[in-house]
């Protein structure tokens, strides 16, 4: 069974640049997250999906950043006009449903780099 | 909002015990899970308290006091792979996990 996957492993780009990230949550898992993790820092929630919608986008910095789950499967994170302080590592996990004890699994992650 | 305080670094000796304190202040609070990360990994899941009390699971134990709203993490017979970053995080019901900055923690021979 493979676990979560997230493409790229590394992406480099300019400021100003749009990217698109990409996680593979494990199959038959509902609950999709997407967390960014600065250095010395804990991951810090950015979206919520429970199948293709997002049920918690909350923590989405501004609108710059979007998320999209069409089939409730792959997601992607997009972010429009990176800045610098975009960079980080960006997290993806899932889990069977949302609630109480579920154990998240998490992707190794994109580290993003802003030039 | 929600707060978690846990120590930065923490080092111990092999084969020794360690416990990694947190202490939180959120609202909605429904338990705490603790992570592992190695450096350049992902985080994994080690353990989640619901209730008070403690929960066991082989070298590694964790426990909740709801009252105190604290939690701390033991590791027992430390061993050099178990040196990582530990993580406590909540669950609030409202938003998914939050998590604390991490504990790094060294075990040296």
């Known amino acids: 069974g493979a676990g979560v996957s997230q493409t790229p492993s590394n992406k480099v780009t300019e400021k100003g640049k749009y990217v698109e990230l990409r996680c593979d949550p494990i199959?038959?898992?509902?609950?999709l997250y997407w967390y960014r993790q600065s250095l010395g820092q804990g991951p810090e929630f950015l979206i919520y999906?429970?199948?293709?919608?997002?049920?918690?986008d909350s923590g989405l910095p501004n609108d710059r950043f979007f998320a999209v789950r069409p089939e409730g499967s792959v997601s992607t994170l997009k972010i429009q006009r990176t800045e610098r302080g975009d960079s980080a590592v960006y997290l993806c996990?899932?889990?069977?449903?949302?609630?109480?004890?579920?154990?998240?699994?998490f992707g190794p992650g994109t580290r993003l780099t802003v030039l | 909002g929600q707060s978690l305080e846990q120590p930065s670094e923490v080092t111990a000796v092999e084969g020794a015990i360690v416990q990694i304190n947190c202490t939180y202040q959120?609202?909605?609070?429904?338990?705490l899970s603790w992570y592992q990360q190695h450096d350049g990994g992902a985080p994994t899941f080690l353990s989640y308290?619901?209730?008070?009390g403690l929960e066991e699971t082989g070298r590694f134990s964790s426990f909740l006091s709801r009252s105190d709203s604290y939690g701390y993490l033991l590791l027992q017979e430390l061993q050099m792979k178990d040196s990582a970053s530990y993580f406590c995080?909540?669950?609030?019901?409202?938003?998914?996990?939050?998590f604390g900055k991490g504990t790094r923690l060294s075990v040296i021979a």
């Open positions: 996990a899932s889990s069977l449903k949302r609630t109480g004890d579920n154990e998240q699994f």
């Open positions: 199959s038959g898992h509902t609950a």
């Open positions: 999906f429970q199948g293709t919608g997002a049920a918690d």
């Open positions: 959120t609202s909605g609070f429904y338990g």
């Open positions: 308290n619901g209730l008070d």
């Open positions: 995080a909540v669950h609030t019901g409202n938003t998914p996990l939050v």
